[in-house]
């Protein structure tokens, strides 16, 4: 008989350790979520930013519409994905590459780089991709966590009875990270 309750006791505490994974599991995908949500929430913003950008530099810059509808096609095809984080993070890339090529422009027409709704926007989008940065940085801290609970035995076991998946960290483009891999170049 204290054999029998022994082991119902194992099984009782075993019960209780599983279910004490799979709600740290389930708290890691709600967590990779939210951080996920506050990405998005500020890519919102930088898209609210974008049409006003566009409008300004328009009338000044009206030999570059090229550059300006790149920009415009950028963020419509950013906005309307509804795909992986894989394919919004290429799309937003493009966008960031598309508003690069803007404030490059930029330079070339010092009444823009003097319009004060200018330098707003610019002001508003710079402090906008460092809180979309820090959005990054908290959902692949997230996302580290989640897939680190996932690998580890025996919440891996849990995680396959279950089907929670590892998430995809929000990289930065190739081509950026082998600029990032060269020195930069200082030229007095």
Do not use: C
């Amino acid at each position: 008989m204290s054999a029998l309750l022994v082991l119902a006791g194992v099984l009782v505490v075993l019960g209780l350790y599983a279910i004490s994974l799979y709600n740290a599991l389930v708290t890691g995908q709600v967590q990779t979520k939210e951080a996920w949500s506050t990405v998005e929430t500020q890519l919102k913003r930088r898209y609210d930013l974008v049409p006003n950008l566009v409008e300004t530099v328009k009338s000044y810059a009206k030999h570059e519409s090229k550059t300006l509808e790149n920009l415009v096609n950028a963020r419509n095809m950013a906005m309307s994905l509804n795909g992986s984080t894989t394919q919004k993070e290429q799309h937003e890339n493009m966008l960031t590459g598309a508003l690069k090529s803007v404030f490059a422009l930029a330079e070339n027409y010092p009444d823009l780089k003097a319009n004060q709704n200018f330098l707003d926007l610019q002001n508003k989008l710079t402090d906008t991709e460092d809180k979309i940065q820090a959005a990054r940085q908290y959902y692949n801290t997230a996302v580290m966590s989640l897939n680190r609970k996932i690998r580890i035995f025996p919440s891996n076991l849990i995680a396959a009875r279950f089907g929670i998946a590892q998430e995809h960290f929000f990289e930065l483009e190739s081509s950026e990270k082998e600029a990032m891999k060269k020195a930069p170049e200082v030229h007095f």
